[in-house]
């Protein structure tokens, strides 16, 4: 069952929980790794172990759908089932896969699921096509590789800097690091990774893109940059 998707499932509802994970074992394509009602045993489970896709209420006494997000939002991937619609809006600025609204019935979860499976398979072609996918402004955007500049820290955000513009994703370094050819890229510090395809000039601790922009070498990063560069024996 390794090509399972691998779901948590969260509630502060028993039922709800119950109504969910017997949804998903309907499906051959899920694997439930977490069904409950515990939201510290649900961090610690997508904090040991590979999970692909999250279902969360919104409201929870210990701790609220939205704050749960912001820890696990960049390596996760979020179905949200609520019985208010006006949590809507604000979830998809998480951009999460879908919004199912409580009483959930049976096919309406299993076209969320087939819309996960979807856009995974798609992702997996993107990549193996040349392209990155990434989510930001509610919208997919698909970016060459060969188009990529060098993509820039900011906090809880990422800027990938392309020719001809730049976007905004919330992402982390070390996941889009993940998602990227590592013979094309290459992280040179804690907030750039560039493209070797567009490095003009090498200068001591700084490098040169084609586009005259100089990016930092960090020191933890200079034995990395160096070995990338030097010719193998």
């Not at 609220?64 to 208010?84: D, V």
């Not at 979830?91 to 856009?119: G, H, T, Y």
Request: charged share 20%; proline share 3%.
């Amino acid at each position: 069952m390794s090509s399972a998707v691998k779901c948590l499932i969260l509630d502060d509802e028993p039922l709800a929980v119950k109504l969910v994970a017997d949804y998903a074992r309907q499906l051959s394509e899920l694997e439930v790794v977490y069904a409950g009602t515990q939201v510290y045993q649900a961090m610690q489970v997508l904090q040991s172990q590979p999970v692909d896709l999250v279902f969360i209420d919104i409201q929870m006494p210990e701790l609220s759908g939205m704050e749960f997000m912001r820890h696990f939002n960049h390596r996760h991937h979020f179905i949200i089932t609520s019985a208010y619609l006006e949590y809507a809006l604000n979830a998809f600025e998480f951009q999460v896969v879908d919004f199912l609204l409580k009483p959930i019935v049976f096919n309406r979860f299993k076209q969320s699921i087939e819309k996960f499976i979807q856009w995974r398979l798609n992702f997996t072609r993107a990549a193996e096509s040349g392209y990155l996918i990434v989510r930001a402004d509610r919208q997919y955007h698909h970016i060459a590789f060969d188009s990529l500049l060098y993509i820039e820290a900011l906090k809880d955000y990422i800027r990938i800097h392309t020719n001809e513009k730049a976007i905004l994703v919330w992402e982390n370094m070390k996941d889009i690091l993940g998602r990227l050819p590592s013979q094309q890229f290459l992280r040179i510090h804690r907030s750039y990774i560039i493209s070797t395809q567009q490095i003009k000039l090498i200068e001591s601790n700084r490098i040169q893109l084609t586009n005259s922009n100089w990016l930092p070498i960090g020191e933890t990063y200079r034995k990395i940059v160096s070995d990338w560069f030097s010719p193998s024996a």
